[in-house]
């Protein structure tokens, strides 16, 4: 692990990042057009996370395995100059990798669908289902196609279990939250310690513990395989549990990168297990399988925000319908608890914790996406301080319009004035008195679409001025510029969501 981390720390530091590219990148890009994958930083992410694995780091593949195809479907759609809606290509490149990894066809078209593209498109189900189907087919070519967690486990075989179940998916959803709120949440990091070298701090903390507890070093998924069949004392797996949880926060959050999704399958393993041996001590007949792979589904669900896809997967895991159906319901409960006590998933905290709110919906984030610097209109009426009231009326009505705006010889945005009001005013042959045009409502260059919106929706009048940091006024915004760009943003999301 600590050759690891400095290998890790080598690639970040030569590659210049801000930070490593995951799933999450690719759910923005889904949703934004402009905020389209970086291929490079994308393909050194994986690679960073192969050389983790390598070392024994305690992260999962899948997650940057996820990334690396939504960065070559995009990139193929750049290549084939976007024929193709380069949402659909990256969410095949996305399901791809989860039919590969996991041996799951169906669940990488849900998945797709689910948690990347988050919108039933009827376009993108037949691309999507043959780029899964193909990548299966491939990868069972040269790994074969054994399901990965194939055992005998069955399902619901008396009406007590379901209870059982429906407390395991309680507990998933409080335990993933917990390991949410580390991956995500504030962490005291130093910040004397160049973030390059965090790796090695990592790789040394993954060493000194692989050293007493080896099984949470790596994807785990042979530990996975034996809890599924063998039995642990639940101080074993509590320490399992804990030490997973611990060391995976632990990596992803010192840079030394790798996926959340085989961490979280392990953690949830553990901890239906723990519940299972608890449940045994009063019912020695029960299904110490079925509650583990509970388990396992219920906190990897809450964790990539996929209850279905996740239900689909251990479906496809397992190759058994029953265990599916049991594991359901866990997964259900589980994602109520933790959207109420955290969110809906890692991924769109990482993204919140970047002021990007992905449930804000794909018109919503198009509109966060577009500036409106560069649609201020310069066609304005300006005025002066010492104009009097009689030449502000001449000049408004030469030009036609109901509004003017007083700038100073600096350029800044002193007011704005009305023709109606100033009509009223008795004395024509002065300058207004500063309390009748210092109140308007302004917006900043730096606003986007949406906010512009928002703080324009009880507006009344022709124009909105803009202006810079500096306060000088840069020129004027109208409703009717907005309520185009909504119009555009809602064609879009049409074109892309309806069949041609």
Request: with cysteine.
């Amino acid at each position: 692990p600590i050759i690891a981390g400095i290998i890790v720390s080598i690639i970040y530091k030569l590659a210049n990042l801000d930070r490593w590219h995951g799933p999450a990148e690719s759910i923005l890009a889904a949703h934004v057009p402009e905020r389209r994958p970086n291929t490079e930083a994308g393909l050194l992410s994986t690679l960073a996370s192969a050389v983790s694995l390598a070392g024994g780091a305690s992260v999962g593949q899948y997650g940057p395995l996820v990334h690396f195809g939504g960065v070559i479907g995009d990139y193929i759609s750049k290549l084939t100059k976007d024929q193709t809606s380069p949402h659909i290509l990256l969410a095949c490149g996305a399901a791809s990798a989860v039919s590969s990894g996991f041996g799951a066809p169906i669940a990488g078209l849900i998945f797709a669908h689910e948690v990347i593209v988050r919108h039933f498109s009827l376009k993108a189900i037949a691309p999507i289902l043959i780029a899964s189907i193909v990548a299966h087919t491939v990868s069972t070519e040269f790994y074969g196609g054994e399901p990965l967690f194939a055992a005998e486990i069955g399902g619901i075989s008396q009406l007590y279990e379901i209870l059982p179940l429906i407390l395991i998916g309680i507990l998933s959803g409080i335990v993933a939250s917990v390991y949410m709120r580390g991956l995500t949440g504030y962490l005291p990091i130093p910040s004397r310690i160049p973030k390059y070298f965090l790796p090695v701090i990592a790789g040394s903390i993954c060493g000194v513990v692989g050293l007493f507890v080896p099984e949470v070093l790596g994807l785990g998924s042979e530990t996975i395989q034996s809890l599924l069949v063998e039995k642990k004392s639940i101080i074993s797996l509590i320490i399992l549990l804990i030490t997973k949880l611990f060391l995976t926060v632990i990596c992803i959050r010192f840079n030394l990168f790798g996926g959340i999704f085989s961490p979280a399958l392990f953690i949830g393993t553990t901890l239906g297990c723990m519940f299972a041996a608890f449940f045994e001590m009063f019912i020695p007949n029960a299904n110490v399988a079925l509650f583990a792979v509970a388990g396992m589904a219920a906190v990897t669900g809450s964790v990539i925000g996929g209850p279905i896809s996740t239900m689909m997967i251990i479906f496809e895991l397992t190759s058994d319908y029953q265990v599916a159906l049991g594991a359901g319901i866990s997964i259900c409960f589980a994602n109520l608890v933790s959207s109420k006590i955290y969110g809906h998933s890692a991924f769109d905290q990482l993204l919140l914790n970047r002021d990007i709110d992905i449930q804000l919906g794909r018109d919503s984030l198009q509109l966060q996406s577009i500036n409106i610097e560069g649609m201020v209109r310069k066609d304005y009426i300006r005025l002066s301080k010492e104009h009097s009231i009689e030449n502000m009326i001449e000049i408004l009505s030469k030009a036609k319009t109901g509004e003017g705006y007083i700038i100073n010889p600096r350029g800044i945005l002193v007011g704005k004035v009305l023709l109606p009001e100033i009509l009223l005013i008795s004395n024509k042959s002065s300058p207004p008195k500063e309390e009748s045009y210092i109140n308007f409502l302004c917006l900043n260059e730096k606003n986007n679409v949406l906010e512009s919106i928002e703080k324009i929706k009880d507006f009344v009048g022709e124009s909105v001025p803009v202006i810079g940091e500096d306060k000088r006024m840069l020129g004027v915004i109208t409703e009717s510029d907005l309520f185009n760009q909504m119009l555009s943003a809602e064609n879009l999301r049409k074109k892309e969501e309806l069949s041609d």
